[in-house]
């Protein structure tokens, strides 16, 4: 083990960085990303097999064998922090560097190119996408349900990894950016720490406090030669359904005991680990520049992806989109742009026969349009739905465009999950391929809370209300699941003492349109 001393925090500073006109969006394909940037090729290709090489060291810690994924990741990385704010919530002030997101587009993150800052340890852009990504990749490949405190811990503590001159992975590096909140704050007791979710909250300082707490208290049990193995037994116990506080005093013992340890930790100075061989260098990276056609959407697409929920943002979203289709008639990223806008936006207020007119102009160029032709699909069902149609042979083909998008793309969890909600939206039981398809695109995004969740009640539905339950865990504890989890769990377990299993599944199994 190595030492690293924590010492007190430093406010961060950015120097701010612009790109050029000229500047076209590149794609960087690797084994588990695609990567778009308007950065030059050089530092593309550096930045991907720097996230790459992460991705690989995550794989060897915890012993997944298989190589990248069948279903990647997206990232978007943009110039500067402030673009990365502005995206996230409108204001180029507000404190987002960088985010990761799950919705019914398929799952994202969004980063910057900005460096600069006076802490020590790798960028402050780093650190936040490996965190998001240390999220993601905890949701794909370690399948139990984890408690907040240790969801979070878990991503600032391999947050911090880098890469010695060797090419060894560096792992457990203090969290720099959390000192200020650790040592100038009040502290959070263990106990809160453990049995509240990071929801609670009531303040910055608070969350800044809590985040800290949690990856310290992650680094001690991680690190610590006297708590080995705590940690797993823990876990263990809340997956067997302990409740919380016993399951805490059971592994880790007196929790005051467990405060006034994690209080001299702080103190100390903390050991991390360094792998024994160099973690490997990825050099299947393909770099190509987009389209001409992509490239001139990307921005939009951005705006798009970011800004459900806020009506004025994709409305304006949705104009501008029509006012660079009438500029570019024969582009069909635009008009597929254009319709996704029109669908994201209120039922009430959307403009379908808009939407229709920019999908068949999408499909007349790329008749195998992926995305377009599942848009398609969900246009069709939702107007056989306003009208009460109960022809099975009407909702055949309706479902008929979302068929052809599988067709196209068999490794798109997207038109899979759409195939079995078509059937809700029909309101009538998925067939036996639509719960396989089901099945198939949980496998290909497990981090997909909706689809997890569509998953877990369609377990329950037949019968395997074990699986269920575990997977309605792993939702409830999540701290990102905007408090769906335990509504799911809850209905999950109804379901099994009531012996439901034979129930149709409703419209409201799945929360698309």
Known sequence: MQKAGFGLIAVIMMTGMTGTAEAKWLRADTESFIIYSESGEKPLREFAANLQRFDTTLRLVFNVAQKGEESRLPIYLLPSRDDVARLATGSRSAPVSGFYRQDRDGSFALSHRQSGGTLPGTSAAQQVLFHEYSHHFMKRHLRVAFPGWFIEGFAEYY????????????????????????????KMPAERVLLEPPGAMRSRGQTDVYYGRSWLLTHMLFHDAARANQVNTYTNAINAGIEPRKAATDAFGDLAQLDKDLNRYVEGRLSYRTTRD????????????????????????????????????????????????????????????????????????????????????????????????????????????????????????????????????????IPLHAYFQSFLTERTRPSDMAIKGLERAFVLTPENLS??????????HLGRFEPAINLAKTV??????????????????????????????????????
């Open 451 to 460: 689809l997890r969740s569509a998953y877990a009640v369609s377990l329950a």
């Open 476 to 513: 409830a504890f999540d701290p990102h699941d905007n408090g769906r989890g335990d509504a799911l769990l809850k209905r999950i377990e109804t379901m099994r003492d009531r012996g439901a299993a034979v129930a149709a599944p409703s419209a409201d199994d799945d929360a698309g349109d």
């Open 278 to 413: 160099p973690v490997p260098v990825s050099t299947a990276i393909k770099i190509t520049p987009l389209s001409a056609d992509e490239d001139a959407v990307m921005m939009l697409r951005l705006e798009r992806l970011n800004v459900r929920g806020d009506k004025p943002r994709l409305t304006n979203v949705r104009d501008a989109l029509r006012a660079l289709a009438a500029k570019l008639p024969t582009n069909p990223d635009v008009h597929y742009e254009l319709a996704a806008a029109e669908w994201d936006i209120a039922p009430a207020a959307r403009d379908l026969a808009a939407m229709r007119a920019a999908l068949d102009k999408v499909l007349a160029a790329k008749p195998e349009h992926v995305r377009a032709n599942v848009l398609l699909g969900q246009l069709q069902l939702y107007e056989l739905r306003q009208k009460g149609e109960t022809d099975p042979a009407a909702w055949r083909a309706a479902r008929r465009p979302i068929q052809i998008a599988n067709r196209a793309d068999p490794n798109d969890p």
């Open 159 to 186: 947050s911090t990894v880098d890469f010695d001159k060797e090419g060894r992975a560096m792992i457990g590096q203090p969290a720099h950016r959390r000192g200020y909140g650790l040592l100038m704050l009040p």
